[in-house]
């Protein structure tokens, strides 16, 4: 199997270095969102490809693949929408459903940092996988889509939330836009398995990404779209613009995105823009990076079990200790009973 693998990354380098030079400047490469805008379709928008990060969130938790998936996506889509904030604060999105994977959790602080979560029932997944029903809409079964916009303390939280039911993330997450935000907007999330060779072998290293496009005129005179659906609209009901469709072009020309150019690191955010928009010219801004980041520690966990009763304790003692595991970064933290004595 050796041969083959060495051919496919030998065609793919090769077909890189046929591509236009965009001119130099650098890359900026995995786990960056880039923003972009296209001035003469009034367009704006971000897009990402996550490797390195995405791989060790995932595999952390060694989830089956399907949940992987799912989580890979809603990795994506949180730091496209993070990553826009303009202020000190987080972004979270969570699900909660009757499905299998009853709830995903990926939690965006600003300025860089990611941390993911999913929950899932192991019988009943494996039931699904037997009979080769792991499709997303399967999966999260029916339930709610939130997500929710927090800048600290003294501030009210803003939240949306859309309906699952029969959905993919992707598709509700247009719905949300469409209900809630009230922006034609569009976006394409992909999520696959790299092999990479290496020392001992080839290895897969989890890949995602994803683009997200915006309808954006400054003018006054298209500041609205006439005819954009409302809430109780059909969410695949076609955007116009009678003045020059620029959204309609959008649109198209997202669709011409295949799947793995969101993902091959050959491609990168640049050049994918750069195909997608080279006719009318694309500005592309620098790339954000995101990271592997939890926001526990031990003085919040401590701060935490300061407030439980001393029955709580009680019942919390195991072993002689408190042992508290973060269920983000899986990290432990070991207390003892005593520290607490006190403060009964």
Not at 69 to 76: G, K, M, P
Not at 200 to 226: C, H, K, N, T, Y
């Amino acid at each position: 199997m050796a041969a083959p693998w060495s051919f496919v990354m030998l065609e793919t380098h090769q077909l890189a270095e046929q591509q236009p030079k965009l001119g130099e400047f650098g890359y900026a490469g995995d786990d960056n969102v880039v923003p972009f805008e296209v001035g003469p379709l009034d367009v704006r928008g971000r897009t990402v490809q996550l490797g390195p990060m995405l791989d060790a969130i995932l595999s952390r938790h060694d989830y089956p693949e399907p949940v992987a998936r799912l989580l890979a996506e809603a990795c994506v889509l949180t730091v496209l929408l993070g990553t826009s904030l303009k202020f000190e604060g987080k972004f979270i999105l969570q699900t909660r459903t009757d499905g299998p994977v009853d709830m995903l959790v990926a939690d965006f602080s600003t300025p860089h940092a990611l941390r993911a979560y999913a929950r899932f029932d192991a019988d009943r997944l494996e039931a699904l996988k037997s009979a080769g029903e792991t499709s997303q809409q399967t999966l999260l079964g029916s339930g709610v889509l939130a997500l929710t916009i927090d800048q600290g303390a003294h501030t009210q939280r803003y939240q949306g939330i859309v309906q699952l039911d029969g959905e993919t993330l992707e598709e509700a997450a247009r719905t949300y836009f469409r209900q809630s935000e009230q922006i034609p907007t569009d976006l394409r999330l992909t999520v696959a398995k790299l092999l990479t060779p290496g020392v001992g072998g080839a290895r897969e290293q989890w890949r995602a990404g994803g683009i997200l496009a915006q309808f954006l005129p400054q003018s006054p005179d298209r500041m609205r779209v006439p005819d954009l659906p409302g809430g109780d609209g059909d969410p695949r009901q076609e955007i116009h613009d009678p003045a020059d469709n620029s959204w309609q072009e959008l649109l198209a020309l997202l669709g011409t995105i295949e799947p793995t150019e969101l993902i091959d690191p050959t491609i990168g955010a640049e050049r994918l823009l750069y195909r997608l928009f080279h006719e009318h010219g694309v500005r592309v801004f620098g790339g954000v990076p995101v990271a592997d980041q939890c926001s526990c520690s031990r003085e919040k966990i401590r701060g935490i079990l300061g407030g439980f009763s001393a029955d709580e304790i009680r019942d919390s003692t195991e072993d002689g200790g408190i042992h508290v595991a973060c269920e983000f970064c899986s990290k432990q933290y070991d207390f003892d009973p005593a520290e607490f004595a006190a403060a009964q």
